[in-house]
T-cell receptor, first 115, second 111 residues
Framework: EPEVTQTPSHQVTQMGQEVILRCVPISNHLYFYWYRQILGQKVEFLVSFYNNEISEKSEIFDDQFSVERPDGSNFTLKIRSTKLEDSAMYFC?????????????FGSGTRLTVV | SQQGEEDPQALSIQEGENATMNCSYKTSINNLQWYRQNSGRGLVHLILIRSNEREKHSGRLRVTLDTSKKSSSLLITASRAADTASYFCATPPGSARQLTFGSGTQLTVLP
């Protein structure tokens, strides 16, 4: 069964450093998403991406965050200057068509720890 | 309650019993989805029910949706120890694509 692949599975970074989280969505999917889950809290939407541009973003997705699809297969989330409160599981997801009728496929997540 | 709130927060049952989890939401929706998350792992899509559907089955899963009460339930029949996980309902509110997740129900199935 096709999978969404995320790397790395765990990343530890110093506060203030830049991190790039990588995702390989399912190949025929057109919509891509990033979500995060702070330990013990709800899964929160960050951003959706379609046709090489951001289609929706949440209040969490401020200027410190950016997304890119650099080569047609990878989908990356960059955090420019990490803060302690950015520590969370980050999930990438993709969907073949508009989510309104189909579920997402999520990756296994990257656990980001900012120290 | 917030969009997509599950209850109970935690549920512990014996293997073979049925488990029922409920979800309430506030805004109008096109569909409601249930996901499972094993501890520290990713989210697995279980089932999606559209707003014009009242009940849906998938294997041992049965989902109901009552749009008049803005609520849904997930029933897992003949539970197994491997069903131990957190279960979340999620909705795309209105016409949005993004999902709003609830806080989840932690299900523990005892062997």
């Amino acid at each position: 069964e096709p999978e969404v692949t995320q790397t790395p599975s765990h990343q530890v970074t110093q506060m203030g450093q830049e991190v790039i989280l990588r995702c390989v969505p399912i190949s025929n999917h057109l919509y891509f998403y990033w979500y995060r889950q702070i330990l013990g809290q709800k899964v929160e939407f960050l951003v959706s991406f379609y046709n090489n541009e951001i289609s929706e973003k949440s209040e969490i997705f401020d200027d410190q965050f950016s997304v890119e699809r650099p080569d047609g297969s990878n989908f990356t989330l960059k955090i420019r200057s990490t803060k302690l409160e950015d520590s969370a599981m980050y999930f990438c997801a993709s969907s073949e068509v508009d989510n309104s009728n189909y579920g997402y496929t999520f990756g296994s997540g990257t656990r980001l720890t900012v120290v | 309650s917030q969009q997509g709130e599950e209850d109970p927060q935690a549920l512990s049952i014996q293997e073979g019993e049925n488990a029922t989890m409920n979800c309430s939401y506030k805004t109008s929706i096109n569909n409601l989805q249930w996901y499972r998350q094993n501890s520290g792992r990713g989210l697995v899509h279980l089932i999606l029910i559209r707003s014009n559907e009242r009940e849906k089955h998938s294997g041992r899963l049965r989902v109901t949706l009552d749009t008049s009460k803005k609520s849904s339930s997930l029933l897992i029949t003949a539970s197994r120890a491997a069903d131990t996980a957190s279960y979340f309902c999620a909705t795309p509110p209105g016409s949005a694509r993004q999902l709003t997740f609830g806080s989840g129900t932690q299900l523990t199935v005892l062997p």
